[in-house]
């Protein structure tokens, strides 16, 4: 089993950046793929980023060019930072691992319980 613990989450005016950080403990080495989803009110649960173990990442089209995912295999987390934030980036983060090369929030097999982001306008 592998937990995931993530913190950042918080309240930003519109432009402004946050950055949040996910640690990784127990099973680790079965790890393969980490990424960061998202859900707002009333919508599915979407990809942000992920990032596989050999450095292929996926952007969601929404967050190209203002959010980066970065991973230090050495301290088990995964990060990411968030620039030129919108209200419509407000929703609850969560992490995500998958034992395998996955991308959709289907393809993962661990969960964080999330962090809410909350972006004014």
């Known amino acids: 089993q592998v937990q995931l613990v993530e913190s950042g989450g918080g309240l930003v005016q519109a432009g402004g950046s946050l950055s949040l950080s996910c640690a990784a403990s127990g099973s680790i080495v079965s790890i393969n793929t980490m990424g960061w989803y998202r859900q707002a009110p009333g919508e599915q649960r979407e990809l942000v980023a992920a990032?596989?173990?050999?450095?292929?990442?996926l952007y969601a089209d929404s967050v190209k060019g203002r959010f980066t995912i970065s991973r230090d295999n050495a301290k088990n987390t995964v990060y990411l930072q968030m620039n030129s934030l919108k209200p419509e980036d407000t929703a609850v983060y969560y992490c995500?691992?998958?034992?395998?090369?996955?991308?959709?929030?289907?393809?993962?097999?661990?969960w964080g319980k999330g962090t809410l982001v909350t972006v004014s306008s």
């Open positions: 995500a691992a998958a034992r395998n090369r996955a991308f959709r929030a289907g393809g993962m097999d661990y």
């Open positions: 990032m596989t173990s050999g450095g292929s990442t």
